[in-house]
Every structure is written in structure tokens, then in C-alpha cells.
């Protein structure tokens, strides 16, 4: 079993930067790959930064080049640095694991069912 435990959202001004972290605990197996999701009220969860096994990273194209997303595994803990936040962004950011047993790869196009393990979300939002 995997738990997962973000934190780090917080209400910023359009243009600013944001770092949210997730802190993994259980099976590092379990949770080979993860990534970051967000859901804004009335939409679907959609990906935006993912990292496999093999430590590539994806981004979604609405992010990239403002995205980062990386993991530090002595300390369990995924990051994701957000900079040059938008109004639309404005959403519950979500962090999920999975032991990708297929491929050992994802991309923010996998779907969020199959990922096995969420944590709770944290909320950011932006207003400008």
C-alpha cells in the first residue's frame, strides 16, 4: 500500500509562483510512477506533470515550460514547482502513484483510473 499526503496549495495573485509537495510513505515499488492531476469544480481530472520509473518526466502542453515536476526519493516526496499561475488554474491538485507494472512509464494522457494510489488534493487558487 501506498499513502500519499499533499500540501502546499495555497490562494495566490495571477503570475505568481507556487510549490506543492506530496510526501509518499509505504511500498516505493507501489508507487514506481507518479504524477500530478488537478480537477477545477464541474470539470474532469485532468493530468498535468507525470514522472516514471525510469525518472522521464511529462508535462502537460498547458504547463510546459512553467511545470516542473521532480522527486526526491531519499526525502519520499514529489515535487511540483508551478510558476506563472493563471486564473483558470484554479483548481484541487492531486497527487497519484502507481506501480506501472506494463511499461514503467506514464504521461499526464494516462487516464486517472489507472492510477492506484491518490492522496487527498490540495487546493490552489488564483486570482487575478
Request: net charge neutral; glycine share 10%; charged share 20%.
Given at each position: 500500500?501506498?499513502?500519499?499526503?499533499?500540501?502546499?496549495?495555497?490562494?495566490?495573485?495571477v503570475?505568481?509562483?507556487?510549490r506543492?509537495?506530496?510526501?509518499?510513505?509505504?511500498?516505493?515499488?507501489?508507487?514506481?510512477?507518479?504524477?500530478?492531476?488537478?480537477?477545477?469544480?464541474?470539470?474532469?481530472?485532468?493530468?498535468?506533470?507525470?514522472?516514471?520509473?525510469?525518472?522521464?518526466?511529462?508535462?502537460?502542453?498547458?504547463?510546459?515550460?512553467?511545470?516542473?515536476?521532480?522527486?526526491?526519493?531519499?526525502?519520499?516526496?514529489?515535487?511540483?514547482?508551478?510558476?506563472?499561475?493563471?486564473?483558470?488554474?484554479?483548481?484541487?491538485?492531486?497527487?497519484?502513484?502507481?506501480?506501472?507494472?506494463?511499461?514503467?512509464?506514464?504521461?499526464?494522457?494516462?487516464?486517472?483510473?489507472?492510477?492506484?494510489?491518490?492522496?487527498?488534493?490540495?487546493?490552489?487558487?488564483?486570482?487575478?
Amino acid at each position: 500500500q501506498v499513502q500519499l499526503v499533499e500540501t502546499g496549495g495555497d490562494s495566490v495573485q495571477v503570475g505568481a509562483s507556487l510549490r506543492l509537495y506530496c510526501v509518499r510513505s509505504g511500498s516505493t515499488y507501489q508507487s514506481r510512477c507518479m504524477g500530478w492531476f488537478r480537477q477545477a469544480p464541474g470539470k474532469e481530472r485532468e493530468g498535468v506533470a507525470t514522472i516514471s520509473s525510469d525518472g522521464s518526466t511529462n508535462y502537460a502542453d498547458s504547463v510546459k515550460g512553467r511545470f516542473t515536476i521532480s522527486k526526491d526519493n531519499d526525502k519520499d516526496t514529489l515535487y511540483r514547482q508551478m510558476n506563472s499561475l493563471k486564473p483558470e488554474e484554479t483548481a484541487m491538485y492531486y497527487c497519484a502513484a502507481d506501480p506501472c507494472h506494463a511499461t514503467g512509464q506514464i504521461t499526464p494522457m494516462t487516464p486517472p483510473r489507472d492510477f492506484g494510489f491518490w492522496g487527498q488534493g490540495t487546493q490552489v487558487t488564483v486570482s487575478s
